[in-house]
């Protein structure tokens, strides 16, 4: 059973950047395709931003050219490089395999974007 720890998430205002990271054990992480997903207040989860095994990457339009996905297979550890926040990405931030397979979900971290 894969866990999974996420972290970086906080208050930022407009136009901000954070950065967070997603510490994954019990699985064989290199080997799988991540995403990072947000749950905002009164909407469903979606998938924010995707990666392979291979480090292809894919993105929602909403984001893409703000948010970067990467991963370090040494470290079993995903990130998301947000910039330019705007009030429409505050969620509570998740990591998962992409599709979850299955896999519970980590307790996420709060990204709040406000003035």
């Known amino acids: 059973q894969m866990q999974l720890v996420e972290s970086g998430g906080g208050l930022v205002q407009p136009g901000g950047s954070l950065r967070l990271s997603c510490v994954v054990s019990?699985?064989?992480?290199?080997?799988?395709?991540m995403g990072w997903y947000r749950q905002a207040p009164g909407k469903q989860r979606e998938l924010v931003a995707r990666?392979?095994?291979?480090?292809?990457?894919w993105y929602r339009d909403s984001v893409k050219g703000r948010f970067t996905i990467s991963r370090d297979n040494a470290k079993s550890t995903l990130y998301l490089q947000m910039n330019s926040l705007n009030r429409n990405d505050t969620a509570v931030y998740y990591c998962n395999q992409s599709p979850p397979a299955g896999n519970g979900w980590g307790q996420g971290t709060q990204v709040t974007v406000s003035s």
């Open positions: 019990g699985s064989i992480f290199r080997l799988l395709p």
């Open positions: 990666i392979f095994s291979d480090s292809t990457t």
